[in-house]
């Protein structure tokens, strides 16, 4: 999965706006002043905070019979497609 923040999606959004003929005259919306309504819903948008999430069918903690070594539980078997905040990457030999 592949995130753009907001400001690198302004940058490449502001490169293209801009029309003072309808800003001006209040005519039917351009191209460009349609790219300044959208820059507009962008700056009002939140980011998103994202992270690379390791699944623990990937993860270094979990054991071939199919225990996570971080939890106390032995009873817990998560599933391959499961994650948490502890996990890592297991290194690929």
């Known amino acids: 999965m592949e ?24 005519y039917v919306r351009c191209r460009a002043c349609s790219w300044d309504d959208a820059m507009n819903i962008v700056e009002e948008t939140s980011e998103v905070k994202a ?24 009873s817990i078997r998560p599933s391959a497609s499961d994650y948490c905040s502890r996990g890592e990457q297991r290194d690929s030999e």
């Open 3 to 26: 995130l753009i923040g907001r400001d690198a999606t302004l940058e490449r959004m502001k490169s293209m706006a801009g029309c003072a003929t309808c800003n001006n005259y209040n």
């Open 51 to 74: 992270a690379q999430v390791v699944y623990c069918g990937e993860c270094k903690y979990m054991m071939p019979d199919g225990r996570c070594s971080e939890f106390a539980d032995e």
